[in-house]
Structure formats: C-alpha cells, structure tokens
C-alpha cells in the first residue's frame, strides 16, 4: 500500500527534494518524522546524564565502523594474527589509526557505560515500567565486557595471551560447571589457535548479533517509555506533568551531536598521541611474562583474586572470589527487584557506594601493583573518586548541609590529587 | 602326564614360600643397607681379596663388593677373573703364579694391555658395546704418556716411569664410571681436574719437558681463567673445550706448531678454514709461530674482543707489525692493513649503535618497530661475519662482509626515521583534524543558542 504525503499534514513539498520525496513516498518516513516531531527530552538538572547514552551509541557505531575495516586484513590464526595486526599497523594506509581508534574507543565505551550505568542507577531510572530497559541495559553493559575479553586476544600477543590464559582459568573455578565452561571458552584444556578462533566468532558475529538485538530492545524500550526523570527532579519541579522539556529534534540531538564530535575529537587525540601498542608476539611455551593484566574494566576483579588467600573457611580462595563476583552481578541486574521501599534503597546505596569504592582502589591497587607506585595509585584513586562524586553534585540540592559536605569531599579529594600529583614529579 | 589338584595346590604353595624366602633375603639385605652379593659362594677371589674373607690378611690387596658396584664392567656383568683372568671356582682354583691365565700386574707399563685386553679387542667389545672405538690402547703408546713410559722401560732398565699416567690414573681401577657418567673423572666437566692431579702438581712436573720446553704446572689455573673454562663450568656448557679437545683424548699429545689451527678449527670451523688460505699461516709456520695461538694464547684464551686488531697498544697485531721494532719479518703494509680493518669495524659498530638509537626511539615513542628491529639483526650477523673475515688478515674480504651489515643498518636506519617522521606527522594530522572537529562544536553551540527555547512545554513520562 502506497503512502500519500499529505501537504497539510507534513513539511511542505516544496522544501524536499526529489530524493527525499522518492524515500518518503516509498518507506513512510513521515511516521518516523511524526515521532521525531514529538519526542521530546525533558530539562532539569540530571539532564547532561541523558547524553551518555547517545556517546555510547556513537562509539559502538566507530567500533563497528572501524572493525569491519580491520576484518579485511585482519588473519585469525596463531600464525598470522600478529603479523597481520603488524602489517595493519606499519604497511596499511592509516591502518595505525583505524586499529588504535578501535582499542581506545572499546574503551571508552566500556567507560562511558559504567557512567550511564552508575547514572541510571544514581537517578533510579529502572523505576516501574522501565525495569526490562535496566535489564537489557545491564546486559549490553555485560557484553561489551565481553566484546572487550574476546576482542583483548585477537592480536595474539604475549600480554593477551597470557591475560586470556588467566582469564579463562578464571571461569573454569566457576563450582560445578567450571571446567566445561573451561573447555568451551578455550576449545581445548590450553589457550590455543582453536581458542583465537572461538573468540574471532564470538567478537565479530556472536556478540555483534546480539548486540543488535539487545540494543534495538533497549533503544525501543527508551522510545516507548520515554526518558526517566528522578523523582527529586519531579518534585522540585512541581511533579513531572510541569517539567521543562526540549524538543529531541533539533533541540536534543544537536547537543548529542557536540558530545560526539568532542569524543570523535578526544579519540583522534588519544589515538596519535598514545598508539595503542602490539608488544611481543605470544608464545604458548614461554613463560609467563611479568605484569601481565587485563583490560583496565577487570583489574578490579583480576587484583581482588590476586589478593585473596589459598583458603577462605573450608572453601578455595578463587572459588569465593568468582561466586562474590557472579552473585554481585546478579544483585546488579535485580536492582529493579530488589529496590521495594525506602529500607531496601538505603541497604542498595550503601551496597552501591561500597562496590564503587571497590571497584576505584582495586582498579587503581591492579593498575599499580608495585609497592612503590603508592603515590600513583593515590592519584587515580582520587581522580576516579572525583568523578563519581562530581556525578553526585545535580542530585543534590543548593545551600543546603549535604551539598556544602559534598563540596568539602570533592575540594578535599581535589587537594589529595594536587599533593599526590606533586608529590610524584618531585621524586 | 596330568597332575591331580592336590598336586598342584602344593606345587603352588612350595613356589610361593621360595618366592617369598629371596624376596625377605633380599629385602633383609637391602634394609641392612647391602647390596646382594653377585658372587657366588665358592667364589675363588672372595677367599682372599674380600675382608672377610677366610684368607684375607693385611698384605693382600682389597676389592670389595661394595667398590664395585657402580663400575661400568661390574654393571655390564663381568667379574674379578673376566679381567684378572685365573679361575673363578674354588674347586679348579691354582696358585696365580701357576696358572698361565692369570693376566699378572707387575707394573704401569702392563696396564694398557691389562685393559686393552678386553678394549682392544674388537670381537669383545663388539658384545658390550658396538659402537666402542678399540683403538685406545694403541693410542695410548703415541701419546706423550705412552712414549714416555716405553721410552723410561727401554732405557732405565726396565724401571719404568711411575709418574706417567696410565689407564687407571684417569678413569680409576676398581669402581670404574662409565665415561657419560657425570661423576666420572673423564666427564667434561671433570676432564681438567683429573689432567690437574698431574699436571698441576709442581714436584711432578718439575725436570720434565716436551721439545726441549718445560711442561710446566701452570696450564690448569691458566685455563680456570679462559673463556673456555667460564663457558664449560659456569655456563654449563658441555661442547666448551677442555683439555682432550685439543690434545687428545687416549693418544695425548700438545699439537705441533703446525697443528693447532687444525685443534682450534675442530670447533672454529668457519675462521679455521679463512686462516687455511691466509698468507699469514705460512709465516707463522717458516717463522715458528703457532697459529691460532699466537694472537689467541693456548690456555688462557680469553674473550676476543676488536681492541685486539690495530695498531693501538691494546692490539695484537703490534706485537710484530711493530713500526719501531718489527719481528718475524712483519712489514709498515701489513700494519697499515691492520688499522685500516679496524677502523672499518668502528665504522659498522658505530652504524649499528646509531640505527639502534634510532629504532629505540621509535620504540620508546609507541611507534610499531618490530620489522626494523628484526631486520638489524642481519647487521649483527654481518659484523660478527667480519669479525670472522679478520682471519684473512685481507681488508677486502672484511669489506664485503661490512659492507652487507653497513646495507642494513643504513636500510634500516632510514625506516626508524620514516617511523619517527610518521609519528610527527600523526601529531600534525591530529592538529589539522581537531581544526574541523572544534569548528563544527563551535558551529552547533552557536547554532544552538539560537534555537527557541521550549521551557514550560510540560512533559509527560
């Protein structure tokens, strides 16, 4: 059935050209432009928290973007993986930018998702009827870890390789189904070829393809539910019915579309000044190499098992370590569950701050591992801190005790950077 | 003939108490720390030569079982009469000096045959080990030990020389290890210490000589020092040269003058046969001069280094090519020679040095450098190569193995700087592209101010 535009009813003719007249003849986008015209993004103080999301979106579409460019050289097999990601490097035309633009904007995104993750929740955005948007949002969040553990081995080089080895000796401490899970993740009892190409499956199509699914459900789930607004917000604001709002086109998606040139201008920068680096090609039979570590988003995970003991009570130290880890996980995905009433909230925030500052000093403890990196680790423990609390700041209210207490945390974290900072360049 | 099963319940059961009896003899045994013996009772030796054997006394030589037990023959099965021949049963024993195959040891100078009797022998040794060389005993009688011992027979009287080494003095008489046994004296690493028992000893070798030079004591320590002996005892390295390497194992013997380019060439293949075809090699030889050793030394041989080519005081060559004080005929054109391989040397380390600074550069910068890392290797190997091509004592064959690394290091040097540039050349690129990507922000800011505010529209979750 063929759709008519009806010039009373949609942007006059006249201003279209034929093109346009042609698609929108053909593939009804006036419905589209109806749902744009509508949609609109409401305005209070936790409003900048809305563009994490769309950063996020324009960094999963660079990896996109710039993984099927590496895919046309790339070569998954013990053999070639190295040379290849060499040769992208040193004889491709601009192929040091596409794959150090690639390694940096996965991080970022993983970055940018713990904020839209720690916003969401700080703002309680998985309220009644958003709950399965938090859930497919913690999912996606999930697999981009993923993406980052799968994608971590592919240039085959010692640090990943030995990462990898660690990694999946991990999963295979899972009770019960560890070492099938073992098995599965290596395609073998070692790190191997067969390993490398399991992981290039699951990074170039597995993932990809559920990411599609998960993240059109999460982008319809927005759609259809609109923008959550915090109920702090709604208040101060004399309920949601009277909130400010902006029209999402041009309004809102020309403010995304500053934060994502900053990030496409942030990821140019990092890209030339900090090349993401090959190392060494890995050797199965070599030893392990020292300082091996994950990616930064499993430092805290990686450092934790590092320092629990051989023995907690009658049970192995890694094995207690694994199942903390899966059961906070499971706590994060049941927020919406398991946030009843004023009770459970303050039992969820005091959980939350706990696992945030969990997460800092052992990212920054993992980081650092060496005795005399203190100074260091002080650093970035204080600059993460900084940020989360920065987040805090539109939560609270102005003149008032907790924000003037909040200003004194962030002035005083801002003061142990500065000493920490130099403190360092004197050494 | 079949047998009923009361028969065979008590043939079962005498077997298994007889099984039972050697197995508690020989666990009784080894748990009083004994070996059980492999001798028989009416073992004709054990009378004697055994300590608590019924005609043991003070005078009688001792060989016990227990010496034995690690000796490569006594391993292998043999016993007392398979090399001291006589009669091993009591019941047909003779007198040693009555029995004609009884091998008598009346002397060092019957030890070679004593053992050669079984190593010389092709049709024995083909038994116990196949592949063994027979030859050793007659190896023996060319070495340096072996001439002097015949020669002490022939002309003291019969007297031989007791301080000459023997079969025995190296791999022991009774408890003999077989050769790649680690504990053996003749094992690699041991080699110099067991040649050092003799060698080494001031008394011993004081009034001896060889060629009219004295033997001296001095070699052991000497080569405890060189770049031998640090490769072999510290570095674990069992293929580093020790004294029977270049002297010889069985027929020992210090290699002529002549000979010991062909002793160092057994490993130094390569600067072995360089030096073959130098012209220097026949000056040495008309003047004397004993290759490879001359500039190298014999036992302190210590790590090469180019400090030795040239004419700067530290330099070898100078010892002869001496403008003021020239020797063995050496001439100005052999010194210029010198000094010019050397220079270009430094030429090609210095190259190196420089391409390396340029690649670690790169490196330092982020920079992927893995191919012209790799690549620098080859002028690595071209150096050691004229390192090697010195032998020739020609610059040309020098220049041409230079001339190869001098390829690479340039090869190489000008891709680090292609790197390097690249790196600046991203910076650059960075700069331009920030250019547009800050112009378009600017561009949306303005043109977001200039959209109408919808404030109050009121939304609805």
Known sequence: MSCRVKPEGSLAVNRRNRLWLFLHERLGLDALEGLASKKRVPIHRCTPFYYLGGMALFLFLIQIATGILLSVYYKPSPDQAFESVRAIETEIQFGWLIRSAHSWSANLLVGVLLLHLLTTYMARSYRQPREVTWLTGVALMGLFMAFGFSGYLLPWNELAFFATRVGTAIVGRIPGFGSQLLLLARGGENVTGDTLARFYALHVVVFPLSTVVLLGAHLFLVQKHGMSVPDREADRLGGAGKLPSMPFVPHFLLRDMVGWYVALGLLAALAALFPWELGEKADPFGSAPEGIKPEWYFLFMFQTLKLLPAHVGPFEGEVVGVLAFGFSGLVVLLVPFLDRGPRTRRALNVLATLAVGFFIIMTAWGWFPAADHSALRIILISLLTLIVLTLLLPFTDRRTAIRQSLCGVLALCALVLLAAVGWELMK | ?461
């Open chain 2, 1 to 461: 003939m079949t047998k009923s099963p009361k028969q065979l319940v008590i043939r079962f059961a005498l077997l298994a108490m007889a099984f039972a009896g050697q197995a508690a003899q020989r666990g009784w045994a080894q748990s009083n720390g004994e070996r059980p013996s492999a001798l028989p009772a009416d073992y004709s030796c054990s009378i004697c030569h055994q300590r608590e054997g019924e005609l043991w006394s003070e005078v009688t030589p001792v060989a016990e079982e227990n010496d034995l037990a690690d000796d490569i023959h006594w391993l292998k099965g043999l016993r007392c009469h398979d090399c001291h021949g006589g009669s091993p049963s009591l019941a047909e024993f003779k007198n040693h000096r009555d029995d004609p195959s009884f091998r008598t040891l009346t002397s060092p100078a019957d030890i070679p045959a004593f053992c050669g009797h079984c190593h010389s022998s092709i049709d024995t040794m083909r038994k116990y080990n196949p592949s063994a060389r027979t030859d050793q005993e007659a190896e023996y009688w060319t070495s340096g030990h072996g001439r002097r011992l015949k020669a002490s027979v022939e002309e003291d009287n019969g007297q031989p020389d007791t301080a000459v080494a023997t079969c025995i003095d190296c791999h022991g008489s009774h408890g003999i290890l077989a050769v790649n046994n680690v504990n053996s004296p003749v094992f690699p690493i041991h080699v110099a210490e067991t040649c050092a028992h003799c060698h080494a000893d001031e008394t011993l070798m004081a009034g001896r000589s060889y060629h009219d030079r004295p033997l001296g004591n001095e070699q052991y320590q000497q080569w405890r020092e060189s770049v031998h002996a640090r490769a072999l005892l510290e570095n674990g390295n069992q293929s580093a040269p020790t004294c029977n390497d270049c002297h010889g194992n069985h027929g020992a013997m210090p290699p002529g003058v002549n000979s010991v380019a062909n002793a160092c060439g057994t490993c130094h293949g390569k600067i072995a046969s360089l030096f073959a075809e130098a012209t220097m090699k026949h000056q040495f030889e008309n003047v004397g001069l004993p290759g490879c050793a001359t500039c190298h030394g014999s036992h302190l041989i210590t790590q090469p280094s180019d400090n030795m080519l040239g004419m700067e005081s530290a330099a070898v060559c100078v010892n002869c090519h001496n403008p003021d004080n020239p020797k063995y005929g050496a001439t100005l054109a052999g010194a210029e020679s010198a000094r010019t391989m050397r220079a270009r040397l430094e030429q090609l380390k210095q190259e190196i040095n420089d391409a390396e600074t340029t690649v670690q550069e790169a490196e330092r910068l982020g920079m992927e450098v893995h191919g012209p890392r790799f690549d620098l290797r080859q002028a690595f190997d071209a150096l050691t190569n004229a390192r090697t091509q010195v032998h020739t004592f020609k610059p040309g064959p020098l220049d041409a193995a230079l001339d190869n690394g001098l390829k690479v290091t340039a090869d190489v040097k000008r891709r680090a700087e292609d790197v390097l540039w690249q790196h600046t050349y991203r910076r650059l690129w960075l700069a331009a592209s920030l250019v547009p990507i800050l112009l378009v922000v600017g561009l949306l800011l303005l043109y977001i101010r200039t959209l109408p505010t919808s404030a109050s529209t009121g939304y609805e979750e």
